[in-house]
């Protein structure tokens, strides 16, 4: 059975990676989610894809020029499909309070290995307060953030993003120790799979939207999908 992952929580139906978001992915019983992540001026993990505010909030500035508390004053519902009330950007703690999932993707971006170290950091110590170790991969297509992970978060599991062709996505999960594989769903061949499969990864493939692509990527044996529409993989693929 194939799994299903929301994609920065219901992205397709809801502001992207805001609580609404992932409460919305939680209603269509999808227990999955993949989100991202981005560190505060003041080193809290704030779920938010771009390293600015611009696309999202309508806001100047990057994320990392601001504090937690006024990152989550600002509405995040620009861009998205029509929402009625705010919604603020959420703190990592928030989500890790208010929805149960069962597994969840934690991507962090490219960064420096400064930076890479204190979101790895702040990663682990979140996940040890809240007992979420096992229900936790984090995931990347930057070599600097799967090596943090493997010297400083070791017992986390590690996943890398693979988005382009130019680099073997095997030889570099092989080389950072990694349990899953997200894939551009366009570099999956079976025979990719089959190989990654025999590796001992699982593989995520993403973004996937439309219901035949659903259905072919299924067949293929993909382990899961990432898609912007939970409730439409679950009425496509059935309830895991």
């Known amino acids: ?67 937690a508390e006024v990152l989550h004053a600002y509405d995040a519902r620009q861009g998205g499909p029509g929402w009625p009330q705010p919604t603020p950007i959420p703190r990592l703690a928030d989500l890790f309070e208010h929805c149960p999932f069962e597994h969840w993707q934690l991507e962090v971006k490219s960064a420096s290995r400064v930076r890479a170290a204190r979101m790895v950091m702040a990663i682990k110590g979140l996940a040890e307060h809240y007992g979420l170790q096992d229900k936790i991969t984090v995931t990347s297509s930057s070599r600097e953030v799967l090596r943090a992970l493997m010297r400083r978060a070791p017992e986390l599991s ?37 190989k990654a499969q025999q590796q001992g990864l699982h593989v995520s493939v993403w973004t996937v939207n439309e219901p035949a692509l659903m259905r072919r990527l299924a067949d293929f044996g993909v382990d899961s999908i990432i898609t912007d529409f939970p409730g439409l993989a679950v009425e496509t693929l059935g309830k895991p």
């Not at 805001?18 to 269509?28: D, G, I, M, W, Y």
């Not at 809290?44 to 999202?56: N, Q, Y």
């Not at 073997?168 to 899953?180: E, H, I, S, T």
């Open 1 to 67: 059975m194939t799994l299903i992952y929301g994609h920065r929580g219901a992205k397709g139906e809801a502001p992207e990676n805001t609580l609404a978001s992932f409460q919305k992915c939680l209603e269509h019983g999808v227990t999955r989610c993949e989100l991202d992540l981005h560190l505060s001026r003041d080193g809290e993990l704030m779920v938010i894809h771009d390293p600015t505010l611009k696309r999202t909030t309508g806001r100047r500035g990057k994320v990392v020029e601001h504090d």
């Open 158 to 194: 590690r996943g890398l993003v693979a988005e382009y062709a130019w680099l073997d996505p095997l030889k570099v999960a092989r080389q950072y120790g990694c349990n899953l594989l997200a894939l551009n769903w366009t570099l999956c061949t079976p025979e990719r799979l089959h």
